[in-house]
């Protein structure tokens, strides 16, 4: 005996209904899922540790040039002869990727002089401890300077 012929558009028009009532609850619990993230980000109360981390992390990107690099694509070295420099001779204009990443590399290293010196005045009551703190700190803030100053020494200077 052969199928019915009215069956086939019944069980079609059943599923299309569900498939719909499907789609129109996806929709309904995204928007509901959406606006519950954005609860939570616009209330969410960050450390202060990766407050201060984002801060100098971005401050290191754009001072270092790191936006320079994106925009601009230069060279990661510059062939010069026989030589590869990581910088641009003879010009403070342009800038090479090693060069921004070297110079991003020794603003952290600042950062960190400038962040150990701070940490060096909270052992007030440990007087070896605070000045182990403040030497490093100073150490390693004037590595970051001496080595971004003979770098700018270098560009101008620089033997061919």
Request: proline residues 4%.
């Amino acid at each position: 005996m052969g199928k019915r012929s009215g069956s086939a558009p019944v069980e079609e028009q059943g599923v299309n209904k569900h498939l719909k009532g499907q789609i129109k609850n996806r929709l309904s619990s995204l928007g509901f899922r959406l606006q519950r993230a954005i609860r939570k980000v616009s209330t969410a109360k960050p450390s202060i540790f990766v407050v201060a981390f984002v801060i100098v992390a971005s401050t290191v990107f754009f001072l270092g040039g790191g936006v320079y690099n994106l925009l601009a694509e230069p060279l990661i070295a510059v062939p010069v002869g026989r030589q590869i420099l990581f910088f641009y001779p003879y010009s403070v204009h342009e800038q090479a990727v090693l060069e921004s990443l070297l110079v991003m590399i020794s603003y952290v290293m600042g950062f960190f002089g400038v962040f150990l010196i701070y940490q060096s005045t909270k052992y007030a009551y440990k007087p070896r401890q605070a000045y182990m703190l403040l030497i490093s700190g100073v150490v390693f803030l004037l590595i970051a300077y001496i080595y971004i100053e003979n770098l700018l020494w270098a560009k101008f200077t620089v033997s061919v």
